[in-house]
């Protein structure tokens, strides 16, 4: 049962324009939300994350909304650069007080110039 | 300050072998937690220890285990080793609530023949 789900598993965009990765989910009790860059052989490096108390948070080149009814997130990236061509995953948790990420499943992003 | 150390970054056993890999956590994190990352099921966690105790656990075999020590290092073990288990183990810590980012390690890649 695949709760966290990015259902486009690569992304290819330009140098300058604009990143829209997906993610949705099933589980209503989910309200912490995580985005994840992979680069290979490495761990997840945290980008940025959101709580379900609200719809939008920024921090620099990056912006996640949350869509709380339609159970969906996304992350925006402007402007895309060459190096953030990455794996990004998205994660979610419930509020039980234990660090338990649900992961997606990735959307490889690659960014050309 | 320095981020999540996993040791060796790269096993490579034969079926039925027992494994053991290690874990430290960023200074100040006391929660640890495991995942398991495979090209066919993605990411997914483990366990996670939080003052050498075990708070929450995946859906897992019992081969599957780990343990926390007093300064907030863990292990891992996985005894009787089967094909399946090759994968890159990650290993990420924070602080304790489940509102905190986790940090992940580097991996280790682990390859059973």
């Known amino acids: 049962d695949q709760q966290v789900k990015q259902n486009s598993p690569s992304l290819s965009v330009q140098e300058g324009r604009i990143s829209i990765l997906n993610c949705d989910y099933t589980?209503?009790?989910?309200?912490?939300f995580l985005w994840y860059k992979k680069y290979p052989a490495e761990g997840p490096t945290f980008l940025i994350s959101?709580?379900?108390?609200?719809d939008k948070n920024e921090d620099g080149r990056f912006t996640v909304f949350l869509n709380k009814s339609a159970k969906h997130l996304s992350l925006h990236i402007v402007p895309s650069q060459p190096g953030d061509s990455a794996v990004y995953f998205c994660?979610?948790?419930?509020?039980?007080?234990?660090?338990?990420?649900?992961f997606g499943t990735g959307t490889r992003l690659l960014v050309s110039p | 300050k320095a981020g999540v150390t996993q040791t060796p970054r790269y096993l490579i056993k034969t079926r039925g072998q027992q494994v053991t890999l290690s874990c430290s956590p960023i200074?100040?994190?006391?929660?640890v937690s495991w995942y398991q990352q495979t090209p066919g099921q993605g990411l997914q966690f483990l366990f996670e220890?939080?003052?050498?105790?075990?708070?929450n656990k995946g859906n897992f075999p019992g081969r599957f285990s780990g343990r926390q020590f007093s300064n907030s290092r863990s292990e891992m073990n996985v005894s009787t080793l089967e094909l399946g288990d090759s994968a890159l183990y990650l290993c990420?810590?924070?602080?304790?609530?489940?509102?905190?980012?986790?940090?992940f390690g580097p991996g280790t890649r682990l390859t059973v023949l």
């Open positions: 959101i709580s379900s108390i609200k």
């Open positions: 994660a979610a948790s419930e509020d039980t007080g234990f660090q338990k990420l649900v």
């Open positions: 220890y939080f003052s050498e105790t075990q708070r």
């Open positions: 990420a810590s924070s602080f304790a609530s489940s509102y905190n980012e986790q940090f």
């Open positions: 589980n209503s009790m989910f309200d912490y």
């Open positions: 200074s100040g994190h006391r929660s």
